[in-house]
């Protein structure tokens, strides 16, 4: 299964040099940033992460896909494919929290996951504080665990979810 892919809500596709302005007001938006572990991107690293167009789901190598809703760029997706699992990222601008955009790019990622690789398991990263992740994430049937890490600015929680490979 390649990009892009759609639900009735959400397209996931290969980020383009033409998204450069969206995500960067995102990405460098305070409110956002805040809740990330990335920190503010430059416009250096934007275009370089934009112009990529390396092989999707490789192992051992983050691929970075839009999220887009009605054609506009609302924010980003890290998958990192390594030793039998993906960790999952997922970044969207401030307008797009809390309108159920998060849960339906997560859905529709993990599928194109179960499809295009052999995966055990999805693993998603947050910090505590971000309590919309986390709402999103429980309600979707994730299972949580624990860990210390240093975030953008301050030391902070972050808390790893599970995602195991459905039985078939």
């Not at 809740?35 to 192992?59: I, N, R």
Request: glycine share 10%; net charge negative; charged share 25%.
């Amino acid at each position: 299964m390649e990009l892009p892919i759609t639900d009735r809500r959400v397209t996931l596709r290969r980020l383009a040099p033409g998204d450069l302005d969206s995500f960067l007001a995102y990405r460098t938006d305070p409110a956002v940033v805040g809740l990330q572990s990335h920190g503010d991107m430059t416009p250096a690293g934007a275009e370089a992460m934009l112009a990529d167009d390396g092989a999707l789901l490789a192992p051992g190598r983050w691929t970075q896909i839009a999220v887009e809703v009605e054609g506009r760029l609302v924010g980003d997706m890290g998958l990192h494919p390594a030793h039998g699992a993906v960790e999952m990222g997922i970044t969207l601008a401030a307008e797009a929290h809390g309108s159920g955009i998060a849960r339906a790019a997560v859905a529709l990622a993990a599928g194109w996951v179960w499809a295009a690789t052999d995966a055990a398991r999805i693993v998603a990263i947050t910090d505590r504080h971000n309590g919309a992740a986390l709402a999103v994430l429980d309600r979707m049937g994730w299972r949580e665990a624990e860990v210390e890490a240093a975030f953008a600015v301050d030391p902070a929680t972050e808390r790893s979810f599970v995602l195991d490979r459905p039985r078939v």
